[in-house]
């Protein structure tokens, strides 16, 4: 019997690493050119040029960093999107659970909207370069069940499989991947959205629901 | 002059996790090379292309017989698809090499097999 799988959503962890990582380079890289035209190093651009050059790169680098740090605390602050989903199965209804994690003060109210979609990816080599294409084969809002809890947001989200769609698919070329998508609406925290990668195995369902307890 | 084969199956349509179950006939094996049958899948389509053989058996060595036939499907399938972007076939095949080894001519006959999820023939049925 296959168990609930318990998906986070980190993508907002890469973005602000990345971010970080990037103001750091182009720090270092707006530094060393400055240390370099000042010392005579760089001689074919005219000291303004060098100001200009320096400064944007110095503006892009600290403005990459100021973007990751403040998502770093943000994510500090409302914690990991979190869904708890049983196996998915054709024609049936899993009782999925999503959790986020946050202050009473940033959710004070919030509503939960969820949905389900289907899309096929497939690669190809086009001489060096390789090339990309997806299609979108199914899309449907979830029905969302808000929970009370004390803190953050917690919802149980029903999600209706299709009975015809084609299960998950995952070889080198060729995808078929389902997602959840959830988004979080609340005064303090401007548009949240996560997005689970779910799998859908090639079993259709007995028709009673099955959930997370 | 090639091994004569003839493929029956007893299902077209499997079930992931079932087994593509019939009967092979040959004749004209005047070598002895062994009769082989293997269940593959490939996908085609926009996307460069994906496949595997799955399962693979001996049928027999003789001149001339009759096996039955029972290759396994994957639970995790894939099963058999025509989207958009993609499209998933499977193939059950039977081989031999009969005649000169040097002219390098198998017999080759090829049974397209529909792979479905489980529990599809009792909701569709």
Redesign the interface.
């Known amino acids: 019997m296959a168990q609930d799988s318990v998906i986070q959503d980190r993508t907002r962890h890469r973005f602000a690493r990345g971010a970080i990582i990037v103001g750091i380079v182009l720090g270092v890289c707006g530094a060393g050119c400055a240390v370099g035209r000042w010392t005579g190093e760089l001689t074919a651009i005219s000291r303004g040029q060098a100001v200009l050059i320096v400064s944007l790169i110095l503006g892009i680098g600290g403005l990459s960093a100021l973007i990751g740090g403040l998502t770093l605390h943000r994510i500090g602050q409302i914690g990991v999107p979190t869904l708890v989903v049983p196996p998915l199965r054709l024609g049936g209804v899993a009782v999925a659970r999503f959790q986020q994690q946050g202050t009473k003060r940033i959710f004070a109210t919030w509503e939960v909207e969820a949905e389900l979609e289907g899309s096929e990816h497939v690669s190809y080599q086009q001489g060096s370069t390789v090339s990309r294409a997806t299609r979108t084969i199914y899309h449907c809002a979830l029905t969302v069940k808000p929970d009370d809890t004390a803190r953050g947001v917690s919802a149980r989200i029903d999600i209706d499989v299709p009975l015809d769609a084609p299960p998950s698919l995952s070889l080198n070329h060729n995808r078929i991947q389902w997602w959840v998508r959830v988004r979080v609406r609340c005064p303090s925290v401007f548009f949240d959205q996560s997005k689970f990668l779910v799998t859908v195995l090639p079993v259709v369902a007995d028709q009673t629901p099955r959930g997370v307890a | 002059v090639s091994a004569q084969i003839e493929v029956r199956l007893d299902h077209r349509v499997v079930e992931?996790g079932g087994t593509v179950a019939g009967t092979v006939r040959w004749t004209g094996n005047r070598r002895g090379e062994p009769i082989v049958a293997t269940l593959r899948y490939g996908?085609s389509?926009?996307?460069?292309?994906?496949g595997a053989e799955v399962a693979r058996v001996h049928v027999g060595l003789d001149e001339a017989g009759q096996a039955g036939l029972r290759l396994e499907v994957p639970?995790?399938?894939?099963?058999t698809?025509n989207?958009?972007?993609?499209r998933?076939r499977w193939q059950a095949m039977v081989f031999g090499r009969g005649g000169s080894r040097r002219k390098m001519n198998p017999s080759l006959v090829m049974v397209e097999v529909i792979v479905v999820?489980?529990?599809?023939m009792?909701?569709h049925h």
């Open positions: 992931c996908v389509g926009r996307g460069d292309p994906d639970t995790q399938g894939p099963v698809y989207g958009q972007l993609l998933v999820p489980q529990g599809w009792s909701v």
